[in-house]
């Protein structure tokens, strides 16, 4: 049989990392393949974190991140570590060292990142499921570029042992598939859970997310969410006196601050090896003060407050994924800029309150995907798993 490296029409899989474990289980997961994002360890196999300068300066790892064997004991065979961007900074997919992964759903776009060879190789049926990360995006924003189900969960209920951070309090573990039954199935092996249904579930469109988008994608992004559901009428709700910009930066603050505090002394001696951008963002991480991550961490503490009178057990939040569809290839720096700006207005309000969201392929644009998202209060992860897999 063809390796992977063999099969892999959209540049997905580090060559330098060569790595298959087949399984021999007959579990829930049998006969299904996977990608693992490349900055979780396996033993013997280098993990770059999408930089040359980290694979250097770092050794190659003696153990393998648990959720790798829980996968493969429930059937899965593994067939490679995925790209990423470099360090995981950025939610585009474009690495300057190792190339851009191919989004198959739309060629002359970016695939999204930074779990970006994950999501390439889920769209381009190179694997079943795919294994990334989510810290400001990188499993949501990937899912929508490319057309396919993305899940990030409750932070904190997957272990990151054996996982390179970027910035702690935001870092999930998070899943990708095309099929919303393998998306689920991943989940009940992962959080060691069975699929359950909340019969009496509510459902709003969160208003301030959909008037970001051209009032004609809002109208069919909501449109295709009431039918995906089964719903013919769902109310809107509010956040009232708050502006989803000023989220945007509460959250750009903490999780520069944070990434700056994990990786600063490793940055500074090697900022002249990062690619465009990232090298950027790392620079101005360094600039944030102190009294800029107290006041960050304090507004962090309202918008967590706001969505949790927004949120219940029987309540999910529709919104949104991204700002627009992908971005193309040759879009200017500042189109790039932009699209982050406001795509991050939406994407940070899990990752600010450490809320599970689930990101639906629903929409063509422009013969480009576009994804819509459900929002859960946490640790509500296998319900919402559950409502996508079997909607009412």
Known sequence: MPTIFERDTARAFC???????????SGPLKDLTFGVKDIFDIANIPTAFGSPAWLNSH????????????LVDAGASLVGK???????????????HYGTPLNTAAPNRVPGGSSSGSASAVAAKLVDFAIGSDTGGSVRAPASFCGIYGFRPTHGRISLERARPLAKSFDTLGWFARDPEILLKVGEVLFNETRTRNASASYFFLKEAFDLLPPSLSKQAQEAISLRLGRAQIPTVEIG???????????????????????????????????????????????????????????????????????SENTYLILPTVFDIAPRLDSSAKEFDDFRKNSFQLLCIAGLCGL????????????????????AKQNMD???????????
């Open 241 to 311: 006196n708050c502006e989803l910009k000023d989220w945007a930066e509460t959250f750009r603050i903490i999780q520069a601050g944070e990434i700056w505090e994990q990786h600063g002394n490793w940055a500074s001696e090697h900022l002249s090896e990062m690619g465009p951008g990232v090298k950027d963002r790392f620079e101005a991480a360094r600039s944030i003060t102190e009294n800029q991550k107290i006041k960050a961490r304090s507004d962090r503490e309202k918008v967590t407050a706001k969505m949790a009178q927004l949120l």
């Open 15 to 25: 060559v330098d990392a060569p790595i298959e474990i087949l399984s021999t289980k």
């Open 382 to 392: 296998m319900s919402l798993l559950g409502e996508i897999y079997a909607p009412t």
């Open 82 to 96: 995925t790209h990423t961007d470099e360090l995981t900074y950025s939610i585009l997919g474009m690495n300057a």
């Open 59 to 70: 050794p190659i790892p003696t153990e393998t991140a648990t959720f790798i064997s829980s």
């Open 356 to 375: 599970p969201q689930v990101t639906l392929p629903l929409l063509t644009i422009q013969d480009a995907p576009f994804g819509v998202s459900i929002l």
